[in-house]
């Protein structure tokens, strides 16, 4: 159990039934009454935030996300199929699960399948990828003084956008948490 007043930012708790991770948390001591703990908190299922307060004698049930690498084998249209690397036991989520997170993955990439009690909530990409452009207009001589950029379709067919010297055929490195170029491989 953490009380209110051991609040720390990133910890997972469970109230009333719904997992949220405490993003920002204060502890106000005001000149009359009780001091409370003011928070704001993220549902870790559907990505909302949500401010809340309690008392510092509050207690809530610490929740436990486990977090596994599962290389990423394909998908047939409706459902995302991964596997444990370590048992080869495969598992199928829906594409409402996935998300975006899979925009920059090629298949047989390794990523981490988040879950709560055996109920898989997330799945989170490698931070980098490299991949390789499948489609971009021709940079212009000339046209580099403001650091200009141009849109790139990768293999994965995502767009990205790249500076003009970057041309098709090329590797990049991409931060899959922003979607943004890194450099050329």
Do not use: W
């Not at 159990?1 to 204060?26: H, K, L």
């Not at 401010?51 to 510092?56: A, L």
């Not at 021709?138 to 403001?146: M, Q, V």
């Amino acid at each position: 159990m953490v009380s209110a007043g051991d609040f720390r930012n990133g910890i997972t708790v469970d109230i009333d039934g719904t997992v949220f991770q405490i993003i920002e948390f204060q502890h106000v001591k005001p000149g009359k009454g009780a001091a409370f703990v003011r928070t704001k908190l993220k549902n870790v299922k559907n990505g909302g935030v949500v401010e809340k307060t309690f008392r510092p004698t509050e207690k809530f049930p610490a929740a436990r996300i486990d977090r596994a690498d599962m290389q990423y084998l394909y998908n047939d249209g409706e459902l995302y199929y991964f596997m444990d690397g370590e048992t080869y036991e495969q598992i199928a989520l829906a594409a409402d699960v996935i998300g975006d997170a899979l925009k920059f993955v090629k298949e047989n990439e390794v990523c981490k399948i988040c879950s709560i009690n055996g109920s898989v909530f997330a799945v989170e990409p490698p931070m980098f990828v490299v991949l390789e452009i499948t489609n971009t207009e021709p940079g212009f001589k000339g046209d580099t003084a403001t650091g200009a950029t141009k849109p790139a379709t990768v293999e994965t067919g995502a767009l990205v956008y790249v500076p003009l010297f970057v041309n098709q055929g090329e590797r990049i490195r991409i931060d899959t948490r922003t979607g943004e170029y890194l450099s050329r491989e």
